[in-house]
């Protein structure tokens, strides 16, 4: 779609910013909010924006406003172009104990689990000052998340969209950054049979019942079609969307799971777990950090990567620490 061109001379760049934040929030109270002005403010400042597009930008519903095609035209060159005003007027250092910034970051309940907790801890070693929203993270695409300004950065098990970058290479608007592999592993009650050293093999497996997870409830899941490679199959009684419920019940029942183990402390019962390697190949997961390259010289969100890089690093060394523990105890 083609835009009239704007009168820069008289144009407000505050508008700009305000049409930039009402985008993401797709709501003019909520908008309001963020940038610390009224709602009536905010409306005008719209009014005042639509006047010099001569284009109608957003139309209005019960739940706050949508996009119109002149809006989603618009919108990626004004991000483009307010992010290089900020990397051009702001210092090259970021100095996050000083720092008066918000960051958003989306993620599945078991990986915010592992991030949250080891972050928290860096940030109140650092007396920082950045705040951190976290939400929840439901695909395994953020990539829209990431386009349209509603999170500053993804973390999680991203397989097409990794190997989709791969591809893509420089000319894709996204980054990746590998934080760390792990591997699925068996998990059960301590006193399960199972438990002890040489008792899982492939037929007891499958003999025994399960508790799947499945974060979008399908029938099948990766341990299944492994399984059905190999000519076996496992009876799963249970299907459920959180490993602290699967932690939960195989502790509590004769179940088994199967977990990565990096999010084995995401359960919330890992000391009354016990954790075996699986008796058939199954591949591992690899987390990613996903972003959008408009951030990739800003120093904040630099700094906001790092921080994730070296949480991932943290949680990678805990959780070696509690599966030694848990094999540990099953072999005492």
Same mark, same amino acid.
């Given at each position: 779609m083609n835009l009239p061109p704007l009168p820069l001379r008289t144009l407000d760049l505050n508008?700009? *910013?305000?049409? &930039?934040?009402?985008? @993401?929030?797709?709501?003019?109270?909520?908008? =309001?909010?963020r940038l610390a002005m009224t709602q009536p403010a905010v409306s005008n400042a719209l009014r005042r924006l639509r006047e010099s597009t001569q284009q109608e930008l957003f139309v209005p519903h019960a739940g706050g406003v949508t996009p119109t095609a002149a809006a989603q035209a618009l919108w990626p060159v004004v991000r483009e172009s307010l992010q290089?005003?900020?990397? @051009?007027?702001?210092? &090259? +250092?970021? &100095? $996050?104990? %000083?720092?008066d910034q918000s960051f958003t970051i989306a993620m599945a309940d078991a990986t915010a689990a592992l991030f949250v907790p080891v972050l928290v801890e860096a940030l109140q070693r650092q007396r920082s000052g950045? !705040?951190?929203l976290f939400v929840p993270l439901n695909t395994r695409d953020p990539r829209p998340l990431l386009e349209h300004g509603q999170a500053d950065a993804a973390v999680g098990f991203f397989p097409d969209v990794d190997a989709a970058l791969?591809?893509?290479?420089?000319?894709? =608007?996204? /980054?990746?950054?590998?934080?760390y592999t792990c591997r699925y592993v068996c998990v059960m009650r301590r006193e399960h049979p199972l438990a *002890?050293?040489?008792?899982?093999?492939?037929? =007891?497996?499958?003999?025994?019942?399960? @508790?799947?997870? #499945?974060?979008?409830? /399908?029938p099948r899941g990766f341990v299944d079609e492994s399984l059905a490679s190999l000519?076996? *199959?496992?009876?799963?009684?249970?299907?459920?969307?959180?490993f602290s419920?699967?932690? #939960? @019940?195989?502790? !509590?029942?004769?179940?088994?799971?199967?977990?990565?183990? #990096?999010?084995? $402390? +995401?359960?919330?019962?890992?000391?009354?777990?016990a954790v075996s390697e699986l008796p058939f190949p199954l591949r591992g997961i690899d987390v990613s950090l996903l972003w959008h390259g408009r951030h990739d /010289?800003?120093?904040?969100?630099?700094?906001? /990567?790092?921080?994730? %890089?070296? %949480? +991932? &690093?943290?949680?990678?060394?805990?959780?070696? #620490?509690?599966? %030694?523990a848990a094999a540990t105890s099953v072999t005492s």
């Open positions: 508008l700009l *910013k305000v049409f &930039d934040v009402v985008m @993401v929030e797709r709501n003019v109270t909520r908008a =309001a909010g290089r005003l900020h990397e @051009v007027l702001e210092s &090259d +250092a970021f &100095d $996050p104990v %000083a720092a950045v !705040n951190l791969e591809v893509e290479g420089s000319e894709s =608007a996204m /980054r990746h950054r590998a934080l *002890k050293p040489g008792a899982l093999s492939l037929q =007891a497996y499958c003999d025994a019942q399960h @508790v799947r997870v #499945s974060f979008a409830g /399908r000519g076996f *199959k496992r009876r799963v009684m249970v299907t459920v969307n959180q419920t699967a932690g #939960s @019940v195989v502790r !509590n029942t004769d179940l088994l799971t199967v977990l990565p183990r #990096s999010f084995l $402390p +995401a359960t919330g019962c890992q000391d009354q777990l /010289r800003n120093p904040a969100h630099r700094w906001l /990567r790092e921080a994730l %890089a070296q %949480a +991932a &690093d943290e949680i990678a060394t805990r959780v070696e #620490s509690i599966v %030694a």
